[in-house]
Structures are given as structure tokens and as C-alpha cells.
């Protein structure tokens, strides 16, 4: 864990990323209200954050490169494997970033996390009886990229599954997909109705967004989720109403586009589905000491 976190640290500073925090405390959603945890906040409703993200945009305009590992929340009622409360999120976010800038950076980040484990922790890897031969493949072949249109005949085909067009890949199909494969799958363009609102719509493709779901091997399934981010206030308004939200909550968010905006996008990797990953663990809840 420990040489997991310092990779995360190491790979975005020596890509000339900054630091930078943002609150816990937060008044909008990010993720999808359904996963809020709300606390009384001197007796006004606020949230524990779900993502640095929104305020990320706000720092991109004046430093441009930016990360962060921090705690985020999720009221997910789901005693799962692959599920916490409460877990490490490393986040970054870039300014004058086009979609394929977003891609390198996460398979540039996982593939230096990988190698500084291979490099530091074979002992502990021995311990948990995990195969190096599953590992290795991740620092030394590329990564494969694919539309959701290619993973769903994929499914359709190869695994005898009947997932129609605007499903989201939820954990039966990640499993199934990912097991095809010994690297990470780059599952990009997914249809715009089961992403979040802050996502760009592709112009080649107006059905989809310009995001990405990178899903590990072996079952272990998305590891990130990113995106290029929508520049437009007027169409993130459509958005946000379209899926039930107030767009007045959103206001000082808005304004970061009042006098326009530049071509900007990131991603979150949850850490203990990494650290899960790595060690080959059946249970999410053993890659943090307090789950």
C-alpha cells in the first residue's frame, strides 16, 4: 500500500504536476446524489465529497498540471468485494488536455505503479502467493483501447451475453470482458445517458461521451474513470436538468466557463481497487486497515 501510494506521488510529479487539495466538505453531488452521505453542517445539509473533481476544474486555470490523493465517500449500501464507504482516491485533472492526453497519463500512472511493486515488494507478493507472470504483462505490453460498441459485440460474441446498446458495463460484464484479456481494458465512448453530466460529447459520435472506464484484468474490473470535460455552461444547464438537479446549486461551477473556457479533462483510480489488484485479494476491504 505504502509503495503504492509513493508510485501515484512519484509518476504525476514527474510529469510536472502540482498538489492540490480540495475540501471534504462539499454542497454539490458529483457522482450521483443516490451516493451521498449528508452530515449537519451547523444546521444546514452538506456532503462528505465524492470526488475532488469540480473544484480540480476550478485550479486547472492558473496551474494548468494538478493531482491529488485524498479520502472520498460513497453511501453505497452494497456489501460487495469491490466496494467502500470510504476509500483513496487519486485524481488528476489537465488544462489544454485533448481525450488522448487523458488515456497516456492513466496507463502511464498504472504501468509506474506496477513497476515500483515488481521493484520493492516481491517478497510481500511471494507471501500472498500472487503469480509475477500475471503481473509483468501490465509494465510491458501496451494497453488495449476499445469503443463501448466494440465491448458490447465482444460480449455479445465471445461470451454468449445479450447486453443491448445503452446498458452500462456493470460488474457481470467487466468481469467477463476483462478475463479475455491480461492488461487493462480502455473502454471509451460510452453512450451520454449513463455517464455523468460534466462529460463531453463526442462530435463524431453525439450519442457518446469523450470517457473512459480502464477495467483490470482478472476480474478485478474499473480500476479508473475519466473524461474530457464539457466546456459549454449552456449544455452542462441541459444536462443537469435533464437528470433532475438544480443547475443554481452549481453556480460558481458554471462561472469557471462564464468568459470561456480552455480544453481541459482527468480521472480518478480508486486505490484500494488497485492495491486489490496488485496482491490478488478476493476482498477489497483487505487493502485498507479500516474498511
Not at 445503452?166 to 451520454?192: A, F, Q, S, W
Request: net charge negative; proline share 5%; hydrophobic share 35%.
Amino acid at each position: 500500500r505504502s509503495t503504492v501510494f509513493g508510485a501515484i506521488h512519484e509518476y504525476f510529479r514527474s510529469q510536472g504536476f502540482y498538489e492540490y487539495q480540495s475540501p471534504c466538505f462539499t454542497a454539490n453531488q458529483c457522482e450521483g446524489g443516490s451516493t451521498l452521505f449528508t452530515v449537519d453542517y451547523f444546521g444546514k445539509p452538506i456532503f462528505l465529497t465524492q470526488s475532488w473533481q469540480l473544484y480540480a476544474e476550478a485550479g486547472i486555470f492558473s496551474l494548468e498540471k494538478i493531482y491529488c490523493i485524498a479520502p472520498s465517500f460513497r453511501a453505497e449500501r452494497s456489501k460487495t468485494s469491490r466496494h467502500l464507504t470510504e476509500y483513496w482516491h487519486a485524481e488528476m485533472e489537465l488544462a489544454w488536455a485533448n481525450f488522448d492526453d487523458i488515456l497516456r497519463h492513466g496507463e502511464g500512472v498504472i504501468k509506474h505503479i506496477f513497476k515500483k511493486v515488481l521493484e520493492n515488494n516481491k517478497l510481500d507478493l511471494e507471501v500472498l502467493e500472487r503469480d509475477l507472470n500475471k503481473l509483468k504483462p501490465i509494465v510491458e505490453k501496451p494497453f488495449i483501447r476499445m469503443t463501448y460498441d466494440d465491448a458490447i459485440k465482444i460480449l455479445n460474441t465471445k461470451c454468449k451475453m445479450d447486453v443491448p446498446w445503452g446498458k452500462d458495463l456493470r460488474t457481470i460484464e467487466e468481469e467477463k470482458l476483462t478475463k479475455l484479456y491480461d492488461v487493462p481494458l480502455m473502454v471509451t465512448n460510452y453512450p451520454k445517458e449513463v455517464k455523468a453530466f460534466y462529460m463531453r460529447v463526442d462530435s463524431k459520435n453525439p450519442k457518446t461521451v469523450l470517457g473512459v472506464d480502464f477495467l483490470a484484468p482478472e476480474g478485478y474490473g474499473e480500476i479508473i474513470g475519466g473524461s474530457e470535460r464539457e466546456s459549454d455552461p449552456e449544455e452542462i444547464n441541459k444536462k443537469l436538468r435533464a437528470q433532475g438537479e438544480n443547475p443554481d446549486i452549481y453556480g460558481w461551477y458554471l462561472d469557471l466557463r462564464k468568459y470561456g473556457s480552455v480544453p481541459h479533462g482527468g480521472f480518478g483510480l480508486g486505490v484500494e481497487r488497485v492495491i486489490s489488484w496488485v496482491c490478488g485479494l478476493d476482498n477489497i476491504k483487505d487493502a485498507i486497515p479500516f474498511p
